[in-house]
């Protein structure tokens, strides 16, 4: 039975919050994790995480959670398993051997709960998103760099937001640029991939066009929005930022981007016009 699950239509479509995290907290229960390393072979071979699977559910052990990282520059790769070992401890070194010899499995490294009840994987660091170092922010954290250092800074911090968004966007399209080449459809699309799946809102491109120079762009439910729904007023400086550096790059020539439409003044989603500044 699925509780406490948060249903939300963005658009016409179905959202589901995506829970981060390489832990589990469930109390009294004997948790353990597995650090397991799968050849660069598997990913070309369908059935081979069935088998693994396969493998611990002929122990009767529950896996009560799974990660799979993305192929490593060597082409393996890293799973993360917490496993429940409530009243099965006796079967411990059996589960052990048992992944080993699972099918292109080249290394197990069991991780001890830190204490009863709580198991977490200590062995992935750094994070890293398209061969760079990244880290996660919590609302509470980035709500102390934005919203609390604007109070203390005053008006002129919008413009430190927008540059650093300008500087964080045009990196990413060189970034882009570098991984997926340069058809401009290709690196629309991975920036509004890339864009909603590190948090920054659901971006969607309304009109590009390089040769005129402009662009059309919304975002809805921007991380932002529960900094400055009470101000009154547009607010999305750093995200506007971000894509006016991206378009920057994309365009080849300096931009200027508004924000027309915001949901700090109550409107259904953020809405940005970024054209090619004039000489």
């Known amino acids: ?68 990282s993305r192929p490593r520059l060597d082409g393996s790769h890293e799973i993360t398993l917490i496993v429940d070992l409530t009243n099965l401890s006796e079967i411990y070194d059996d589960l052990v051997r048992t992944i080993k010899k699972a099918p292109y499995v080249e290394e197990i490294i069991p991780v001890k709960p830190l204490f009863p009840g709580f198991a977490a994987d200590d062995v992935f660091f750094p994070l890293m998103l398209d061969g760079l ?62 864009f909603q799946q590190v948090g920054y809102g659901i971006l969607k491109w309304i009109y590009v066009s390089r040769s005129e ?11 932002e929005r529960h900094l400055f729904k009470d101000r009154g007023e547009p607010s999305g400086h750093l995200i506007r930022g971000i894509l006016a550096g991206w378009l920057s790059e994309f365009f080849g020539k300096t931009v200027i981007a508004k924000e027309t439409m915001c949901v700090a003044v109550g409107d259904p989603y953020c809405k940005y016009y970024i054209k090619v500044k004039e000489d």
């Open 133 to 194: 170092r990244a880290i996660i922010m919590r609302e509470d954290v980035y709500k102390g760099l934005i919203r609390n250092l604007w109070e203390k800074i005053g008006e002129n911090y919008r413009v430190i937001l927008y540059h650093i968004g300008y500087e964080a966007g045009r990196n990413a399209y060189i970034r882009h640029k570098k991984t997926f080449g340069e058809k401009n459809e290709r690196l629309l699309a991975v920036f509004q991939a890339i």
């Open 213 to 223: 120079g402009w662009a059309i762009a919304t975002v809805e439910d921007p991380f």
């Open 1 to 68: 039975m699925i509780t406490n699950l948060i249903i939300r239509l963005i658009g016409g479509r179905m959202h589901k919050p995506y829970e981060m995290g390489r832990f589990v907290y469930f109390p009294d229960r004997d948790l353990q994790v597995f650090h397991v390393t799968l050849s660069p072979e598997a990913v070309e071979l369908p059935g081979i995480l069935a088998q693994l699977f396969s493998s611990i559910a002929s122990l009767n052990v529950p896996v009560v959670h799974f990660s799979l």
